[in-house]
């Protein structure tokens, strides 16, 4: 059983930088595609950023630029660096593992969950 813990989440001001964790536990993570998924209250889960143990990856277009993922099979982490980050970037930052490592970007591909991080950006 594969299990993914996140953290890095807080408060920051428009235009700051924040750091996201997720460290997974279990089996074969490092062939594993790994993703970030955010939900905003109100609004459906939606994705942000993609990694393949191959080292492609692949953004959301409203973070492009902005957000980097990547990950450290040695440490079985894969992490989110968000920068020059919005008032609508606010949202629980939620970690996600597919084990096939053929999932795209609908949530339903991915087989594993953390429980989330809040990041909340202020003006």
């Known amino acids: 059983q594969v299990q993914l813990v996140e953290s890095g989440g807080g408060l920051v001001q428009a235009g700051g930088s924040l750091k996201l964790n997720c460290a997974a536990s279990?089996?074969?993570?490092?062939?594993?595609?790994m993703a970030w998924f955010r939900q905003a209250p109100g609004k459906e889960r939606e994705f942000v950023a993609a990694?393949?143990?191959?080292?492609?990856?692949s953004y959301a277009d409203s973070v492009k630029g902005r957000f980097t993922i990547s990950r450290d099979n040695a440490k079985r982490t894969v992490y989110l660096e968000m920068n020059g980050l919005k008032l609508e970037d606010t949202a629980v930052y939620y970690c996600a593992a597919d084990r096939r490592g053929t999932a795209l970007r609908s949530a339903a591909d991915y087989d594993y969950w953390g429980q989330g991080t809040q990041v909340t950006v202020s003006s």
């Open positions: 990694g393949s143990w191959r080292g492609g990856t």
């Open positions: 279990g089996p074969t993570f490092s062939t594993f595609k």
